[in-house]
Each structure stands twice: as structure tokens, then as C-alpha cells.
């Protein structure tokens, strides 16, 4: 009786220990893998001075990813591994642009919900933040989603994956992608 309850216990456990290791594979195929890029981008031969870069799946599968563009003009992030539709997008740089909207009120003036267009300002009161942020120990927002860079213009076709003309393929490891943009 102790033998045949032993190998109903193995058995057991072998099954287990197999729908683990089979819900681990799946769960890892699930998500697209990235691999490290690393490189710059250059409008005519010069180092765009700020900006970000995305990189995009082929397939549709997962989200964009997006690195920050130095003001040399050099960049670095994860990408997901195979090919990837990339485009280049610097118009947060823009003088008069204060970034996203967000609970500071910042954002382009024009917009409703922002504090210079019409609506009310979204998030709460400044007195409110100020109050949270000294009580709960709420970090200040105010100041960090504006890029660091210089404002270049760039041909607005580098704005999207569907007009960019920008491919890399991934491969696991690490990747140099050196970007050249041309206005003409």
C-alpha cells in the first residue's frame, strides 16, 4: 500500500511540476522580448539635439517603445526583437510647449481642462498638491515631463510609423541603429 502511494504522489507531483513549467513558458511567450538599442539620429548629417525615438513593432504586437535623444543627438532603450517600424518625434521641445497636460496644469494654453484655455485646470487645486505632497510624501511633477534638448524642425513625416520610411530589425543582444533623417 506505502509503494503504490508513493508512485501516486510522484505522479502527482511530475504533473504538477509540468503544468508549472508549461504556464512559465506560456506567460514568458506572451510579452514581446526586447533587446538593447543603442545609437543616434542625425538630421543632414547633424546630431538632432533632443527629441525621442520610437521603436514599434511589425507584427502590432505590444507597445511602442521610446528612448530619450540627448542633445548629441544619441539615444538608447529596449526594443522588442524582430522588425521594427521606427519613428522620431522632437515637437515636445517646442518653445511654447509646456509638455502634457497633468495635475500641474501645464500644456499647451489652447486646450480645454488647461489652465490658459477654457474649462477648468485638470487635477487638483495647487493647494491640494501642495498640501499632499508635503503630508504623503507626493513627488513634485512640476518640471520633469519637459524634455532636455534644442527644438530642430523635422520633416513631419518622421511623426509616425506609417509615413516615417524608418525599419530595423531587432535581434536579441545588442543592437546600433544609427538614424539619418533628411529634409529634402
Same mark, same amino acid.
Given at each position: 500500500? =506505502?509503494?503504490?502511494?508513493?508512485?501516486?504522489?510522484?505522479? !502527482?507531483? $511530475?504533473?504538477?511540476?509540468?503544468? $508549472?513549467?508549461?504556464?512559465?513558458?506560456?506567460?514568458?511567450?506572451?510579452?514581446?522580448?526586447? #533587446?538593447?538599442?543603442?545609437?543616434?539620429?542625425?538630421?543632414?548629417?547633424?546630431?538632432?539635439?533632443? =527629441?525621442?525615438?520610437?521603436?514599434?513593432? #511589425?507584427? =502590432?504586437?505590444?507597445?511602442?517603445?521610446?528612448?530619450?535623444?540627448?542633445?548629441?543627438?544619441?539615444?538608447?532603450?529596449? #526594443?522588442? $526583437?524582430?522588425?521594427?517600424?521606427?519613428?522620431?518625434?522632437?515637437? /515636445?521641445?517646442?518653445?511654447?510647449? *509646456?509638455?502634457?497636460?497633468? +495635475? #500641474?496644469?501645464? =500644456?499647451?494654453?489652447?486646450?480645454?481642462?488647461?489652465?490658459?484655455?477654457? /474649462?477648468?485646470?485638470?487635477?487638483?487645486?495647487?493647494?491640494?498638491? !501642495?498640501?499632499?505632497?508635503?503630508? !504623503?510624501?507626493?513627488?513634485?511633477?512640476?518640471?520633469? *515631463?519637459?524634455?532636455? /534638448?534644442?527644438?530642430?524642425?523635422?520633416? +513631419?513625416?518622421?511623426?509616425? *510609423?506609417? %509615413?516615417?520610411?524608418? *525599419?530595423?530589425?531587432?535581434? +536579441?543582444?545588442?543592437? %546600433?541603429?544609427?538614424?539619418?533623417?533628411?529634409?529634402?
Amino acid at each position: 500500500m =506505502g509503494l503504490r502511494r508513493s508512485r501516486q504522489t510522484s505522479a !502527482k507531483r $511530475i504533473v504538477c511540476n509540468g503544468a $508549472i513549467l508549461l504556464c512559465g513558458l506560456l506567460m514568458h511567450g506572451c510579452g514581446p522580448q526586447l #533587446a538593447e538599442v543603442t545609437g543616434s539620429v542625425k538630421l543632414n548629417d547633424q546630431p538632432l539635439p533632443g =527629441g525621442t525615438i520610437y521603436f514599434v513593432a #511589425a507584427n =502590432g504586437k505590444g507597445a511602442p517603445q521610446g528612448g530619450t535623444i540627448d542633445e548629441n543627438g544619441n539615444y538608447k532603450l529596449k #526594443a522588442p $526583437i524582430g522588425d521594427c517600424l521606427v519613428y522620431v518625434d522632437n515637437r /515636445g521641445l517646442q518653445e511654447g510647449d *509646456t509638455g502634457p497636460v497633468g +495635475s #500641474a496644469g501645464t =500644456g499647451p494654453k489652447n486646450l480645454p481642462g488647461t489652465r490658459g484655455g477654457k /474649462g477648468p485646470a485638470v487635477g487638483p487645486p495647487p493647494d491640494v498638491l !501642495k498640501k499632499m505632497r508635503e503630508e !504623503k510624501g507626493v513627488p513634485d511633477a512640476t518640471g520633469t *515631463t519637459r524634455p532636455k /534638448g534644442k527644438y530642430v524642425p523635422i520633416p +513631419s513625416k518622421y511623426y509616425t *510609423t506609417t %509615413t516615417s520610411e524608418l *525599419t530595423y530589425t531587432v535581434k +536579441s543582444g545588442q543592437n %546600433t541603429y544609427n538614424v539619418e533623417l533628411r529634409d529634402k
